[in-house]
């Protein structure tokens, strides 16, 4: 069973070619393993009888299970993005996929992680990638620095799984609030004429309230990573779970994997933040009236289960000015978002010319009026 986590020490995964010995590789486009030496194909087994949901419980006996989760990792350290990669242990340099950075540890450090339970393989290629970074990278080039182009290369795009936590929880919420209704009474006052005149000025009614609400979380997806923020992530989900698969390192083959440094706990804490955002608009929605003030909840969670999963991202990271930029991808989906940076001397120098046009406009007109 080939479920070790890449850089394992009891096994560092490699599948050799059973027709030329080459090493195969994880190809999105066909969905198995590839030689891009001789071209020859192999199949992967796909189910997902093992993804299934842990209780937090389980987290502390899974590192003494002999066929838990728990395996030994060889990471690399970035000291320029804080991320942790894993690397092959005979590695000595390494290029960080986050940030495109040379600056990472000369040695890696061994650190003991929860296995993934599944995996969702790549099925955007590295074409397809590409193209969709020229096609972003092209966008928007008149406020854009001159060497972006250059800085940005088409072949710096990395494929990299990106380690998951989902949460799944049932919760019930009563609530109270003060529930408000707008009225109208006629109000005389005098205008700067001195004459009277009436308006309808707006009054509220508050009423106390309560109700109750039920709701189950399935699969609150929270980012592991240190390398890509939260935030980023979120920009290309979501992502369709149901097609996740049995962990299995075969998929990894030829592709970067970060591991977890948001542990289970902490990404439960940004989930729980999560759920709570979600059930306290819920709320709101079914106070009465106009207006509602002084909302109070007091929520229930309880089932709560977790699962630690890998997602596919293409990353393509450069720095300007110091500064890290990203284009990425959803290696499923191939829905895309990034940061380019903006050349404010170009910007500049578009509002003069565009002040100095208008005001050229509006000298002409005062002029074709005075005549």
């Known amino acids: 069973m080939n479920d070790q986590l890449p850089g394992s020490k009891e096994q ?28 020859n194909r192999r199949e992967l087994p796909r189910s997902s009888d093992r993804i ?22 060889k990471l690399f350290h970035c000291n320029n993005c804080g991320s942790n990669t894993v690397v092959d242990p005979d590695v000595v340099s390494f290029t960080c996929p986050f940030c495109s950075s040379k600056n990472v540890n000369e040695s890696a450090f061994d650190r003991r992680m929860i296995r993934p339970s599944g995996v969702l393989p790549f099925k955007i290629t590295k074409n397809k990638a590409v193209n969709m970074f020229k096609a972003w990278i092209g966008k928007g080039r008149l406020f854009r620095p001159s060497k972006l182009g250059k800085l940005a290369r088409m072949d710096g795009i990395n494929s990299v799984y990106l380690p998951f936590w989902t949460y799944d929880a049932n919760t019930a919420s009563s609530w109270h609030a003060d529930a408000g209704y707008y009225y109208y009474e006629s109000q005389t006052f ?10 309808q000025v707006q009054k509220t009614r508050w009423v106390p309230v ?3 609400y039920e709701h189950y979380f399935n699969d609150v997806l ?7 923020k939260q935030k980023e992530v979120e920009k290309i989900s979501p992502y369709e779970l149901k097609d996740v698969v049995n962990y299995d390192s075969r998929f990894i083959l030829g592709h970067e994997s970060e591991v977890y440094q948001k542990d289970v706990y902490e990404g439960y804490k940004i989930a729980d933040h999560i759920m709570d955002n979600e059930i306290r608009k819920q709320c709101s929605r079914m106070v009465p009236g106009d207006t509602q003030r002084n909302l109070r909840i007091n929520t229930r969670k ?44 170009k910007v500049i120098i578009a509002i003069l010319i565009a002040t100095g046009v208008i005001g050229a406009l509006v000298w002409l007109l005062n002029n074709q009026g005075g005549g």
């Not at 486009?29 to 001789?38: E, V």
């Not at 389980?58 to 990792?73: A, I, R």
Request: charged share 20%; proline share 4%; net charge positive.
């Open 12 to 39: 560092f995964i490699s599948v050799p070619c059973n027709a030329c010995g080459s090493e195969m590789t994880f190809d999105p486009g066909t969905q198995g393993l590839h030689c891009t030496h001789c071209g």
């Open 52 to 73: 299934i949901e842990r209780s937090f419980s389980e987290t502390f006996s899974l590192s003494h299970q002999p066929t838990g989760l728990d395996v030994e990792t």
């Open 190 to 199: 005098r205008d700067r004429d001195g004459n009277v005149q009436t308006r």
């Open 210 to 212: 309560s109700g109750y």
């Open 222 to 228: 929270v980012g592991g990573s240190h390398g890509l």
């Open 302 to 345: 309880s089932k709560v289960t977790f699962k630690h999963l890998l997602l596919p991202v293409w990353i393509a990271a450069y720095q300007f000015k110091g500064k890290i930029y990203r284009f990425i991808v959803n290696g499923q989906t191939g829905k895309v978002s990034g940061k380019k940076p903006v050349s404010w001397g």
